[in-house]
């Protein structure tokens, strides 16, 4: 390669560039109007964040039909056996959101992503919804409480999309709220580095084809994760919200525990009174 091509290569690179932040921008103004109309749509109604963890069961999502879900990514999986749909789709990773965008457009009438994700193609989709990205949730919370009570501000990472997930119940007025299918542990990443793509090597999701042996993926930080979490609990104990972790067995630990069915059973009984 020439000097000139190099030099053009870097001129249409800065171009996209600036071209995708402008789409970025774009993107997030028009859906602020959107976010803002969500903020306390569900005061005081419980509510549920589904996670894709091997512990999720089809028939505790036919259980949470009528119910206020936030889930992401391929809970689609899961449709052809289960009449269940979630009440929110989120996406929040870069390197499976391209692998899922044509699927997911086909399956949900509206799904949730970072700005990051805008892509220049996507200008004019309304069924794709930005948030904007804000700094993750790196430090202590003590340090600086990195967890969003406005979504229509933005919202913060936290190396799973169950910590925007959170958030995002949060700012519907979900409390109490339960988090399911959150097992908290993938196997064969015991050596995984933070933003350092792996293979997959086995199943650690609910449906055997939610990867393929040998697909490149982002990997779980455990530790990050609990970190992002640690800023979840300590903000619902701040305002009085109750997150509970309903999933059945796992190694999340961070929120106080609920047996699934105990609670699925209570629900039953009330929406049968009502």
Known sequence: MNLKQITLKKIVSGLYSRLHKLACSFMVSRDQAYWSSLKGRYQGQRGWVIGNGPSLKVGDLDRLQGEVCVASNKIY??????????????????????????????????????????????????????????????????TELRFSPDVAIGMHGGFSVTFENIQLANYLGLNPIYIIGCDHYYGGESDVVSGRVVEAKVANHFHPDY?????????????????????????????RVKIYNATRGGHLEIFERRDLDEVLTQVENLNHTD
């Open 211 to 239: 990867r393929k042996a040998g697909e490149l993926v982002n990997p779980a930080p455990i530790e990050g994760m609990n970190r992002a979490y640690e800023h979840a609990r300590v903000y619902a104990d701040l305002n």
């Open 77 to 142: 999986l899961a449709f052809d056996q289960t009449k269940w749909r979630p009440s929110f789709i989120t996406v929040v990773d870069e390197i499976l959101w391209p692998k899922i965008k044509d699927e997911c457009l086909r399956r949900y009438s509206r799904i949730h992503l970072p700005h990051m994700l805008c892509g220049v193609g996507a200008l004019f989709n309304r069924r794709l919804t930005y948030w904007r990205s804000l700094p993750p949730a790196k430090t202590e919370p003590k």
